[in-house]
């Protein structure tokens, strides 16, 4: 471990002016942060520059920024060594593939105090940006105003094809090109990087202090959840990329990050760097009035129904209960979402502020004639959208939660069926091919199911399907249960669970080397399968969607256009983007008022060990009651276990550093907070807040708790020197 001293300093516009206690919207795209953020970052208090943290040609903190499996979480490169840091959620599947009931990591927590006790996570992989480069006039090039939406997209397709290619030819650092649609298809960007695939869990906590708090915490403030785990890349020789092999080596980041064990008090600058995934900042009034109406109140059922199947066979079996974790928290993380996304929709009065954006547009479009001809049908195109696909959106719904994605088998059932017939070509090594897919699966499946769980999921679901949604709307297969099993989705369970070749490990791998077509065809978990994924997918005319396509593009070019003075950054779509704002407390509602910070009293004050989602091991326990802190206390004496800033991030971002003003890191991002969960759709300013562990908590669990000391001594750690800041503060005086 390095102690590094730096010499503190006030930055000006902390001299001269009280903390901005609001929050900072905005995802910003990394080449475009000179152009558009630079100045305003140093002036919120930002002590380096753009090209600090985006810099194709030198090292700069995107290269210690990593995509985690495809931009399902972010992580952190934060040593010399290739360690990584990232939240305990997002290494939950795979803490969870090494435990079991002699082995329960998940409760028990994983620490491995020496590398050779690392251990390989089969199908985890971590992308680090190269550069991004803006293409957007070559895939347009041939796009003309004239076309319809069909030869758009194949004029866009072509030039995407023929762009792709040049990339790839002749490439010989085996890098990955992607190339990414932003403001709903008015502009193009291609992401290259670079991926490892050798990752090796270090570290973990136990659930109790990973996901303290579970449930009921979740997206809730005053929070005490320690959400962190560690993983490590591996390389060849050459720290080029390498599939696993114990000859490989720990990779040597070109960047890693320096923590500061300053903390932060409120109004200190904050930054992360990280993999949004999904936001609809654009949303039209019709879009919430449909979400409001159909789509999250059917989620929220589904996914109910759903959590309570799985914790009834999870409470009354640990080897259950471990194998179904990660899908229960899945599962819960989203169905508590979406009952706060629709209050705060409500509550804000979201779909008003949406119309009056509408009315501006539709009055600034009708003040010219050349506006009108471009952009007058762009709302009417959304509105029709909306309306043709009321009737379908809660069986849309369905057909995604209760179907695709309810039972295990359903999925499998799926990705089984479309690879299966590869068993049946005259191509040999296709016949191979196929055959190593659908094992692979098999091992990815089998794992984590169960089939009495499965069963009682696949029941209780379908059965729900079939009562809500009109028959018109419902899947084929439905027809079949009406007419041979006299409505009885519980008789057609008995007989696929009995029967189908896919619902035991065994007959499916059987299958595999034996392939029948006849029995693929007859399958009962295929056919029921297939049939959702059909009407999923089926359900929407493309008519309908050339409506949403046309009318958002024309939607989003023209707000652009209408207010050439405003920095619009994209929705967020899984690729690197860049935030800031201060550490700020909240006030959400009267007479309350939340502070910025938590302490680890308030695990102690929360402490319920007959309650799963409160137990303190004690362990745990004992060091909170001796208050034995060490080096990680803060200047009175406390351990600081959250903090709140105010920084525009959402899913995908988990894991995401966040840093202070010199780029150090001070935290490490998880949650946001629940009065502002409607903030994909409309950022809250007041209210909207990122909930992150102190990495000071984080390191006290590693040092104190687990005794993990070679891991501390792996970090470069950053102190100030009070001494050296004191003239500053004499200054304000």
Same mark, same amino acid.
């Given at each position: 471990?390095?102690?590094?001293?730096?010499?503190?300093?006030? $930055?000006?516009?902390?001299? @001269?002016?009280?903390?901005?206690?609001?929050?900072?919207?905005?995802?910003?795209?990394?080449?475009?942060?000179?152009?558009?953020?630079?100045?305003?970052?140093?002036?919120?208090?930002?002590?380096?520059?753009?090209?600090?943290?985006?810099?194709?040609?030198?090292?700069?903190?995107?290269?210690?920024?990593?995509?985690?499996?495809?931009?399902?979480?972010?992580?952190?490169?934060?040593?010399?060594?290739?360690?990584?840091?990232?939240?305990?959620?997002?290494?939950?599947?795979?803490?969870?593939?090494?435990?079991?009931?002699?082995?329960?990591?998940?409760?028990?927590?994983?620490?491995?105090?020496?590398?050779?006790?690392?251990?390989?996570?089969?199908?985890?992989?971590?992308?680090?940006?190269? %550069?991004?480069?803006?293409?957007?006039?070559?895939?347009?090039?041939?796009?003309?105003?004239?076309?319809?939406?069909?030869?758009?997209?194949?004029?866009?397709?072509? $030039?995407?094809?023929?762009?792709?290619?040049?990339?790839?030819?002749?490439?010989?650092?085996?890098?990955?090109?992607?190339?990414?649609?932003?403001?709903?298809?008015?502009?193009?960007?291609?992401?290259?990087?670079?991926?490892?695939?050798?990752?090796?869990?270090?570290?973990?906590?136990?659930?109790?202090?990973? !996901?303290?708090?579970?449930?009921?915490?979740?997206?809730?403030?005053?929070?005490?959840?320690?959400?962190?785990?560690?993983?490590?890349?591996? %390389?060849?020789?050459?720290?080029?990329?390498?599939?696993?092999?114990?000859?490989?080596?720990?990779?040597?980041?070109?960047?890693?990050?320096?923590?500061?064990?300053?903390?932060?008090?409120?109004?200190?600058?904050?930054?992360?760097?990280?993999?949004?995934?999904?936001?609809?900042?654009?949303?039209?009034?019709?879009?919430?009035?449909?979400?409001?109406?159909?789509?999250?109140?059917?989620?929220?059922?589904?996914?109910?129904?759903?959590?309570?199947?799985?914790?009834?066979?999870?409470?009354?079996?640990?080897?259950?209960?471990?194998?179904?974790?990660?899908?229960?928290?899945?599962?819960?993380?989203?169905?508590?979402?979406?009952?706060?996304?629709?209050?705060?929709? !409500?509550?804000?009065?979201?779909?008003?502020?949406?119309?009056?954006?509408?009315?501006?547009?539709?009055?600034?479009?009708?003040?010219?004639?050349?506006?009108?001809?471009?952009?007058?049908?762009?709302?009417?195109?959304?509105?029709?959208?909306?309306?043709?696909?009321?009737?379908?959106?809660?069986?849309?719904?369905?057909?995604?939660?209760?179907?695709?994605?309810?039972?295990?088998?359903?999925?499998?059932?799926?990705?089984?069926?479309?690879?299966?017939?590869?068993?049946?070509?005259?191509?040999?090594?296709?016949?191979?091919?196929? !055959?190593?897919?659908?094992?692979?699966?098999?091992?990815?499946?089998?794992?984590?199911?169960?089939?009495?769980?499965?069963?009682?999921?696949?029941?209780?679901?379908?059965?729900?399907?079939?009562?809500?949604? $009109?028959?018109?709307?419902?899947?084929?297969?439905?027809?079949?249960?009406?007419?041979?099993?006299?409505?009885?989705?519980?008789?057609?369970?008995?007989?696929?669970?009995?029967?189908? @070749?896919?619902?035991?490990?065994?007959?499916?791998?059987?299958?595999?080397?034996?392939?029948?077509?006849?029995?693929?065809?007859?399958?009962?978990?295929?056919?029921?399968?297939?049939?959702?994924?059909?009407?999923?997918?089926?359900?929407?005319? %493309?008519?309908?969607? +050339?409506?949403?396509?046309?009318?958002?593009?024309?939607?989003?070019?023209?707000?652009?256009?209408?207010?050439?003075?405003?920095?619009?950054?994209?929705?967020?779509?899984?690729?690197?983007?860049?935030?800031?704002?201060?550490?700020?407390?909240? %006030?959400?509602?009267?007479?309350?008022?939340? +502070?910025?910070?938590?302490?680890?009293?308030?695990?102690?004050? !929360?402490?319920?060990?007959?309650?799963?989602?409160?137990?303190?091991?004690?362990?745990?326990?004992?060091?909170?009651?001796?208050?034995?802190?060490?080096?990680?206390?803060?200047?009175?004496?406390?351990?600081?276990?959250? @903090?709140?800033?105010?920084?525009?991030?959402?899913?995908?971002?988990?894991?995401?550093?966040?840093?202070?003003?010199?780029?150090?890191?001070?935290?490490?991002?998880?949650?946001?907070?629940?009065?502002?969960?409607?903030?994909?759709?409309?950022?809250?300013?007041?209210?909207?807040?990122?909930?992150?562990?102190?990495?000071?908590?984080?390191?006290?669990?590693?040092?104190?708790?687990?005794?993990?000391?070679?891991?501390?001594?792996?970090?470069?750690?950053?102190?100030?020197?009070?001494?050296?800041?004191?003239?500053?503060?004499?200054?304000?005086?």
């Amino acid at each position: 471990m390095k102690h590094i001293y730096s010499i503190a300093f006030i $930055a000006l516009v902390s001299i @001269f002016f009280a903390p901005v206690s609001q929050a900072q919207e905005g995802m910003w795209l990394m080449h475009t942060l000179e152009e558009i953020n630079e100045e305003s970052m140093q002036n919120s208090g930002f002590r380096l520059t753009a090209d600090d943290i985006y810099d194709i040609n030198n090292a700069s903190i995107k290269d210690a920024i990593i995509r985690l499996n495809g931009g399902s979480c972010t992580a952190e490169v934060i040593s010399s060594q290739g360690l990584v840091l990232t939240n305990h959620h997002c290494a939950y599947g795979a803490i969870q593939g090494f435990s079991s009931p002699e082995n329960d990591y998940l409760t028990d927590g994983f620490f491995a105090l020496s590398k050779d006790e690392e251990k390989h996570i089969e199908g985890f992989e971590v992308s680090f940006l190269v %550069s991004i480069d803006d293409i957007t006039a070559r895939v347009l090039a041939n796009v003309t105003n004239e076309m319809s939406e069909d030869e758009r997209n194949e004029a866009i397709a072509s $030039a995407k094809g023929e762009i792709s290619a040049e990339y790839t030819e002749g490439d010989s650092n085996g890098y990955q090109y992607e190339i990414n649609s932003f403001y709903y298809g008015n502009e193009f960007y291609m992401f290259i990087y670079n991926t490892y695939s050798d990752i090796r869990l270090v570290a973990a906590p136990p659930e109790s202090v990973g !996901k303290y708090g579970g449930d009921t915490d979740n997206w809730m403030w005053p929070r005490h959840t320690g959400d962190f785990s560690m993983l490590r890349i591996y %390389s060849d020789a050459d720290n080029n990329p390498a599939d696993f092999a114990e000859t490989n080596v720990p990779y040597t980041p070109k960047r890693h990050l320096n923590i500061s064990m300053e903390g932060v008090n409120n109004g200190d600058f904050t930054m992360v760097m990280g993999y949004p995934g999904s936001t609809d900042r654009f949303l039209s009034s019709w879009g919430i009035e449909q979400a409001l109406a159909l789509h999250n109140p059917s989620v929220v059922d589904v996914r109910a129904l759903k959590l309570s199947t799985m914790k009834e066979h999870m409470d009354a079996d640990l080897g259950v209960r471990i194998q179904y974790a990660a899908k229960y928290a899945q599962t819960a993380n989203y169905w508590k979402y979406y009952i706060g996304q629709s209050k705060g929709l !409500k509550a804000l009065d979201v779909q008003s502020q949406k119309q009056a954006i509408e009315q501006k547009f539709t009055e600034w479009v009708a003040s010219s004639t050349d506006r009108q001809a471009e952009y007058g049908d762009a709302l009417q195109l959304i509105e029709a959208y909306y309306t043709a696909t009321d009737a379908t959106a809660k069986a849309d719904a369905y057909a995604l939660e209760a179907g695709l994605i309810g039972s295990d088998i359903t999925l499998f059932a799926v990705r089984f069926g479309r690879t299966a017939p590869g068993l049946f070509s005259e191509d040999a090594d296709q016949v191979e091919a196929t !055959k190593a897919r659908l094992s692979d699966l098999c091992d990815a499946f089998f794992k984590d199911y169960d089939m009495s769980t499965d069963r009682d999921l696949f029941t209780n679901l379908m059965s729900k399907y079939k009562t809500d949604i $009109a028959p018109e709307y419902l899947p084929s297969f439905f027809a079949t249960v009406d007419d041979k099993y006299k409505g009885s989705i519980s008789r057609y369970a008995s007989k696929m669970y009995s029967k189908s @070749f896919l619902v035991n490990e065994e007959s499916a791998r059987a299958f595999i080397e034996t392939p029948s077509e006849k029995a693929l065809e007859k399958d009962l978990a295929v056919a029921a399968a297939m049939s959702i994924l059909q009407t999923y997918f089926g359900s929407m005319e %493309s008519e309908a969607q +050339d409506k949403f396509d046309e009318g958002y593009r024309l939607f989003v070019k023209g707000l652009r256009e209408m207010q050439p003075n405003k920095a619009f950054y994209p929705d967020a779509n899984s690729t690197m983007r860049c935030t800031y704002g201060p550490v700020g407390d909240y %006030s959400p509602a009267d007479a309350v008022q939340y +502070d910025f910070v938590t302490t680890t009293d308030g695990i102690l004050q !929360k402490m319920d060990n007959s309650n799963p989602e409160f137990v303190v091991p004690e362990r745990l326990e004992e060091l909170l009651v001796a208050r034995d802190f060490g080096q990680y206390a803060d200047e009175n004496g406390e351990l600081i276990v959250c @903090f709140l800033h105010g920084t525009d991030i959402t899913g995908g971002n988990s894991g995401s550093p966040v840093m202070n003003a010199n780029g150090d890191l001070i935290g490490l991002a998880f949650d946001g907070n629940w009065e502002a969960m409607s903030g994909d759709i409309a950022f809250e300013h007041d209210l909207q807040r990122t909930i992150s562990v102190d990495i000071r908590y984080v390191l006290w669990i590693v040092d104190k708790f687990a005794g993990a000391t070679n891991i501390i001594d792996e970090l470069d750690l950053i102190y100030e020197t009070p001494e050296m800041a004191a003239p500053a503060m004499e200054l304000v005086d």
